[in-house]
């Protein structure tokens, strides 16, 4: 399997792993984030964070399809697969500077990176072969192992760069490794030359007249319309309606309809004998968009739940891979075990109120405030001033950092109120104030000095209830980084993937029935039952109160991989195998669509998740689930007759 390859697939695998582990890194941490608020996260609510998550993960995977079409009319792919990852590196460093204005352009620079890098990659990996070649599968499973191993890493990467560093490290980390990826494809650019194509229009190839006109335009016309008309300050749609559902959700899914419409109507230009074909793609493209729904919430609810309510106290972890462990503050312990050793009360200041909590905790104080606690400090507290810029830091204003807070002249606060009637509070910095600043409150006790966390009375009564066991002073206990257990995917992929084709080689030789359709279908069911599974586990958590074991997580991955496998790669052949030769790119851009839609609907549900009981929230999304698997059952025996009939 591993020889007789041409030279320049290990290139691409090289290059696609750091660009991978790059996209993943993204995908495990953008939700926690935006919405952290105890270790110099942005503090944005829940919904909104979540909001964000499902805009970016919707475009990062409908541009693949642009970018494809832009490859193949006018810059070949070596070339787009370069621009793609100068957009992604620029994208990570300007995610980097910490500022808003930099946060959301560098999103937009990670979409734009990914249409350019995405498709023509994987594409440079088939022309590597001559059509027919025995070895072009296996080339393509060592291309993907690539993929997995750099999802894999990815949130280890992470894990370990804001443990030691700051969040803001993680994109630098990101970045660099995509340089990397970079930097291999520029050293290999005349062995990748027969991977290449010579761009320009193709007999039969869609105008990009056509496309831009009777697609993109209409959907962007509508669904801008739509955005502004949805804001509350139009009056026109209740504010109780887009309190659930934002406005940039509506605007999506109304500016969806005319993309939905146009392939709808594609059959009408196909000629009798290519109709099946392309209507059978239809209930494929919901296939794929809702599976990719339920796998897409591992960066957004699944993450939540892992976060939330996932017991993450692991000796092994902390001891043994202390990278991996970061330390669980205050908001932890909310529905943690009594035995769980909490922070010493000492380790502890309760002086401030929410906001000013929040302050402390995004690491975004005003001038005025900072003033108000050092007033209020205990005697024993006091506020120590950490050197800016590149001044050499003591070996103990290195410990103090990590709690410390930058001040600024003025801050501006955002509060709203959440679905159970919390307070919710973002605490934001102009893009050109100046940093006056960096302090932390440091405690002298029992002869030792270390910084202490400020805290609202309430958060230290609840804390310390029950009177759970304590750690030293000044110590916090460490807890497997939420985002860790995202890999587990990307881990069973590479583990199921051989069993899974045994498993269906076995069935072919037994003559079992079980047709491509078959697969999706069952691939549907088994998703079903990973997110049935998590319902139990709300249920096992006494719906939030209580943390539950990661099992439950594993559990959930585990399943859901196989339904990946089941529904994935087979839908993909379908596409390819299904459309008329002509019809090709706008039909695969079809199924960029679905999963775009798919996407968004995952961050959608995360910002629901906080309205709902566990329990109802996965039960709802098994049930949608059950739907589309029931609308595939019904429409197995027209699939399995166009199926056959392209010898698909």
């Known amino acids: 399997m591993l020889t007789g390859h041409p030279k320049g697939l290990y290139r691409l695998f090289f290059i696609e792993m750091w660009e991978r582990l790059a996209f993943y890194t993204m995908v495990g941490i953008l939700l926690l984030y935006t919405i952290d608020r105890e270790s110099g996260g942005l503090g944005y609510p829940k919904v909104t964070g979540n909001e964000i998550y499902g805009l970016y993960l919707a475009f990062v995977y409908f541009t693949p399809y642009l970018g494809g079409l832009i490859a193949d009319r006018f810059l070949g792919y070596r070339k ?30 990670l979409c734009v990176g990914n249409g350019f890098f995405k498709p023509n990659i994987s594409a ?19 291309f993907y192992m690539g993929i997995n191993i750099g999802a894999f890493v990815a949130t280890f990467l992470a894990a370990a760069m804001r ?68 804001l509350p300050k139009m009056g026109i749609v209740p504010e109780s309606v887009t309190k659930l559902v934002r406005p940039s959700d509506i605007a999506f899914l109304v500016g ?29 493209y919901v296939a794929g968009g809702t599976f990719f729904m339920v796998l897409h919430l591992n960066g957004s609810a699944m993450t939540v739940w892992a976060n939330e309510n996932t017991n993450r106290d692991s000796e092994f972890v902390a001891n043994t891979l202390p990278l991996f462990a970061g330390e669980a503050f205050p908001a932890y312990y909310g529905n943690a075990p009594q035995d769980v050793p909490r922070p010493n009360k000492a380790t502890l200041v309760p002086i401030v109120n929410e906001k000013q909590a929040n302050m402390f905790g995004q690491k975004r104080m005003d001038e005025a405030t900072l003033a108000t606690l050092t007033a209020a400090l205990p005697s024993d507290v006091r506020v120590e001033r950490i050197p800016l810029g590149d001044a050499e830091l003591t070996e103990a204003q290195e410990s103090w950092k990590r709690l410390a807070c930058d001040v600024y002249e003025t ?29 932390a409150f440091v405690r002298t006790h029992e002869g030792k000095e270390f910084a202490a966390f400020l805290v609202t009375p309430e958060r230290f009564q609840e804390t310390y209830a029950g009177n759970p066991p304590e750690l030293e002073p000044g110590a916090f206990l460490r807890t497997t980084n939420a985002e860790l257990y995202q890999s587990l995917n990307p881990f069973f992929v590479v583990v199921f993937t051989p069993l899974i084709v045994i498993f269906f080689a076995f069935l072919m030789r037994r003559n079992v029935d079980f047709s491509t359709a078959r697969k999706i279908f069952a691939g549907m069911v088994i998703t079903m039952l990973a997110v049935l599974l ?8 006494d719906n939030g109160a209580i943390k539950v074991t990661w099992l439950w997580l594993v559990g959930f991955y585990a399943i859901v991989t196989v339904g990946e496998l089941c529904i994935s790669p087979m839908s993909l052949s379908l596409v390819t195998k299904l459309s008329p030769k ?11 669509f679905a999963t775009a839609v798919g996407n968004k609907f ?46 698909a």
């Open 80 to 109: 787009s697969v370069l621009i793609g990852g100068g957009f992604f590196a620029t994208g990570f460093f300007l995610m980097s500077l910490g500022m808003r204005w930099s946060f959301v352009t560098g999103l937009v620079c």
């Open 124 to 142: 440079m990996v088939g022309n590597l072969y001559e059509p027919g070649d025995p070895k072009r599968d296996a080339g393509f499973n060592i």
């Open 163 to 230: 443990n030691q560093f700051n969040w803001e490290s993680i994109f630098v980390a990101a970045g660099v490794g995509m340089l990397i990826g970079i930097a291999i494809l520029l050293a290999s650019w005349r062995t990748l030359a027969p991977a290449d194509r010579e761009p320009g229009m193709q007999p039969g190839d869609t105008p990009f007249s056509e496309i831009f006109g009777k697609i993109l335009i209409p959907a962007i016309v509508v669904g801008v319309a739509t955005y502004f008309l949805c």
């Open 256 to 284: 969806a309809i005319p993309i939905i419409l146009f392939f709808a109507r594609l059959s009408k230009k196909a000629e009798p004998d290519e109709k099946p074909g392309l209507l059978a793609l239809l209930p494929i």
């Open 411 to 439: 801050v501006e606060v955002e509060e709203i109120t959440g679905a159970h009637g919390e307070r919710e509070i973002t605490v934001k910095v102009s893009d050109t104030a100046e940093k006056k600043a960096n302090v």
């Open 534 to 541: 998590m319902a139990l586990a709300g249920f096992m958590s």
């Open 582 to 592: 002509r019809f090709v790119g706008l039909t695969m851009g079809g199924w960029f």
């Open 602 to 647: 995952s961050g959608f549900l995360g910002g629901l998740q906080s309205k709902m009981e566990p329990s109802w929230f996965f039960l709802v999304i098994a049930a949608g689930v059950g739907v589309v698997a029931l609308f595939i059952l019904v429409l197995l025996p027209k699939l399995d007759a166009a199926i056959k009939k392209y010898g």
